[in-house]
């Protein structure tokens, strides 16, 4: 199976602040990945796929990007509506694998 | 406007048997293949299943195969988990989503519904 390693596990940031977020995934996935926000007691919403591609109705804030096995999403300016656990997701083979999770919130 | 309602979760005991469903609406059922994922209480999300658009094909993780089933239904457009033997370790929030037609992987999970709690214990 694909391990996707998430860090930091906690993040707290000021509003304004730029966040990045952190995924590893312990082989090459190509770009199937996906990032996804939760917040408390609610679903997961997908923010981002295909490593780079914005969600139709996420905020231009969000972004993601790829270096190899790397990934990152980026919040461009935090905003007080942004604190949840952010996940991401390999969709390269089977089985799917997450993340353990981001848990972000205000400083 | 994409929904998903899942139902039929509640409090099972161990080594018995449980079905889920999610009834879908606001887009082309048959179109797309959907799956389960569940979220055990403060944990982190897990894959369960999957099923092609057409039903013809389904993948599972290795810790539910043999023990559950998933299928669905185009003409009442809604998805099922059939979970047969089920341990306090299934205890969790059982979510329905849509995977968008892809080429070359499994897909993402594009949307999600409001989960169902399987709670399994004696």
């Known amino acids: 199976d694909i391990q996707m390693t998430q860090s930091p596990s906690f993040l707290s940031a000021s509003v304004g602040d730029r966040v990045t977020l952190s995924c590893k995934a312990s082989q090459n996935i190509n770009k199937y990945l996906a990032w996804y926000q939760q917040k408390r007691e609610e679903a997961p919403k997908l923010l981002i796929y295909n490593a780079n591609s914005l969600q139709t109705g996420i905020p231009s804030r969000f972004s993601g990007s790829v270096s190899g096995t790397d990934f990152t999403l980026t919040i461009s300016s935090l905003q007080p509506e942004d604190v949840a656990t952010y996940f991401c997701?390999?969709?390269?083979?089977?089985?799917?694998?997450f993340g353990s999770g981001t848990k972000l919130e205000i400083k | 406007e994409v929904q998903l309602v899942e139902s039929g979760g509640g409090f099972v005991q161990p080594g018995r048997s449980m079905k889920l469903s999610c009834a879908a609406s606001g887009f082309t059922f048959s179109y797309y293949d959907m799956a389960w994922v569940r979220q055990a209480p403060e944990k982190g999300l897990e894959w369960v299943a999957t099923?092609?658009?057409?039903?013809?094909?389904?993948n599972y993780r290795d810790s539910v195969k043999g023990r559950f089933t998933i299928s669905r239904d185009s003409a009442q457009s809604t998805l099922y988990l059939h979970m047969d033997s089920l341990a306090s370790e299934d205890s969790a929030t059982y979510y329905c989503?849509?995977?968008?037609?892809?080429?070359?992987?499994?897909?993402?999970?594009?949307?999600w519904g409001q989960g169902t709690l399987v709670t399994v214990s004696s």
């Open positions: 997701l390999q969709h390269k083979s089977w089985p799917l694998t």
């Open positions: 099923i092609t658009s057409d039903g013809s094909s389904t």
């Open positions: 989503s849509i995977i968008p037609p892809v080429y070359n992987n499994p897909g993402w999970l594009a949307y």
